[in-house]
């Protein structure tokens, strides 16, 4: 069973930025791609930004494109999400997802943290 902890959410002035972690566990890990999605109070859910494990590809939603900075760590099975020049609207719970190899959904998701930025 593999099992995704958040880490480093808060809340931050616009402008401001944070570090979102994933520290990804178990005997069995494997990964073909990690995703961030988060979702505000009354909005659906929304990829935030991708990182293919294997090749370190990346995709990101044009909200964020230019702002933020998904990374990954393939010795410590970690993903970071680098958040720069933060604005209200990015105000969501974060979560943190895994899709492994040969899957077509992201069937492994961490509990969420919290980032709140104010205005």
């Known amino acids: 069973q593999v099992q995704l902890v958040e880490s480093g959410g808060g809340l931050v002035q616009a402008g401001g930025s944070l570090r979102l972690s994933c520290a990804a566990s178990g005997r069995t890990f494997s990964s073909y791609a990690m995703g961030w999605f988060r979702q505000a109070p009354g909005k659906e859910r929304e990829l935030v930004a991708v990182?293919?494990?294997?090749?370190?590809?990346?995709y990101y939603v044009d909200s964020v494109k230019g702002r933020f900075t998904i990374s990954r760590d393939k010795a410590k099975n970690t993903v970071s999400l680098q958040m720069n020049s933060l604005k209200p609207e990015d105000t969501a719970v974060y979560y943190c997802?895994?899709?492994?190899?040969?899957?077509?959904?992201?069937?492994?998701w961490g509990q969420g943290t919290q980032v709140t930025v104010s205005s």
């Open positions: 990182i293919f494990w294997g090749g370190g590809t990346t």
């Open positions: 997802a895994n899709r492994v190899p040969g899957a077509s959904n992201y069937d492994y």
